[in-house]
Structures are given as C-alpha cells and as structure tokens.
C-alpha cells in the first residue's frame, strides 16, 4: 500500500524573507505546498490567457488567413 503518486515534480524555490511566515499565517504550514501549487498555476493560467490575447493566429493578416 502506501500512498497514491501525487503526480507532481519536486523543485527548490527561495522566496522573499517573511513570504513562507505570510502564507503560514494564511493557510497553515501543512497547506503551504499546497497554497504555492495553486498560485503558480492561477498565475500560469493568467499569463498564459493574456499572451494569447496578445498574439494574433496563425495566418492572421495574410491570404491564407482570411
């Protein structure tokens, strides 16, 4: 038995002094990898939607594209 594979890739991160304490405070020590997942992939997610605003298609402005 023994735990299900959590599907994720361990990684180092060093964050400003006082940021752990700040996330501590909102959500606990045993939710702060959990909180830092979430948030990482919320801002991915966000920049990843305004990139693509900000980029025209494929094809856009040429014969093909039209």
């Given at each position: 038995?023994?735990?299900?594979p959590?599907?994720?890739?361990?990684?180092?991160v060093?964050?400003p002094?006082?940021?752990?304490e700040?996330?501590?405070?909102?959500?606990?020590?045993?939710?702060?990898?959990?909180?830092?997942?979430?948030?990482?992939?919320?801002?991915?997610?966000?920049?990843?939607?305004?990139?693509?605003?900000?980029?025209?298609?494929?094809?856009?402005?040429?014969?093909?594209?039209?």
């Amino acid at each position: 038995m023994g735990r299900p594979p959590l599907n994720v890739k361990t990684m180092n991160v060093r964050l400003p002094e006082g940021v752990p304490e700040r996330i501590d405070a909102l959500v606990g020590n045993r939710r702060r990898a959990e909180f830092i997942r979430d948030a990482v992939v919320a801002e991915l997610e966000r920049r990843e939607a305004g990139s693509s605003k900000a980029k025209p298609p494929a094809g856009a402005g040429t014969p093909e594209g039209a």
